[in-house]
């Protein structure tokens, strides 16, 4: 089955104000889509919105493969250290090699350390480590760059690549420049309303 995601005509609207309008944006298997616009321009409502954890206010969503959000929200427990944290996911999404996104993204020698003491570029390496274990073919990233160093900042543009070029699709909600593969600008500007 390859991965598909479809918004078409999509609105919305947060409180009384109408974030954006109209927007339509159709991504398969090896896409990647930079989604860019200033800050509460509505990037972060639109990711929520195509991973269905928010409603559009006009239009629809269509989706087909299991999709990943990495967004603000760390879904850890802050007591546990990161070894419990990460392994109690690997567990639910049944991860087979979970290795391998503890050495792509360094985070070896911090499975001892409680989350509440990560740093926040630590706290998104985990976070892109549990995306990885999930093996999901679609990929939500709001703002994935944050608190990353250049070398982390580099290995997650190459990940993005390497899903991709593997039938992935990555969507990046970004104000940031990052490196994708041949991607589909989406500037929301475009659809204020």
């Known amino acids: 089955m390859q991965a598909r995601l ?27 889509c930079h989604i860019t616009g200033a800050n509460g321009i509505g990037k972060s409502s639109l990711m929520r919105i195509l991973a269905g954890l928010l409603r559009p ?30 392994a109690f996911w690997q567990r639910i999404d049944g991860c087979r090699e979970p290795g391998r996104a503890l050495e792509l993204l360094q985070l070896g020698p911090l499975m001892d350390v409680p989350v509440r003491y990560l740093s ?7 976070a892109l480590a549990r995306l990885l274990n999930r093996g999901c073919p679609i990929w ?3 703002e994935p760059l944050n608190g990353l160093d250049s070398q982390a900042q580099k290995t997650f543009e190459t990940l993005i690549e390497q899903h991709c070029a593997g039938g992935g699709i ?22 204020a309303a």
């Open 120 to 126: 926040t570029g630590q706290k998104k390496r985990a």
């Open 140 to 142: 939500l990233l709001d």
């Open 6 to 32: 479809v918004a078409k005509d999509i609105a919305c609207r947060r409180g009384e104000r109408l974030l954006f309008r109209g927007l339509t944006l159709e991504c398969g298997a090896g896409d990647a």
């Open 170 to 191: 990555a969507i990046v909600a970004s104000h940031q420049h990052i490196a994708l593969p041949s991607p589909t600008r989406v500037e929301l500007a475009e659809f």
């Open 57 to 86: 206010y006009a239009g629809k969503v269509d989706r087909k493969g299991a999709m990943g959000l990495v967004d603000e929200r760390l879904a850890f427990d802050a007591n546990l250290p990161l070894g419990k944290a990460l």
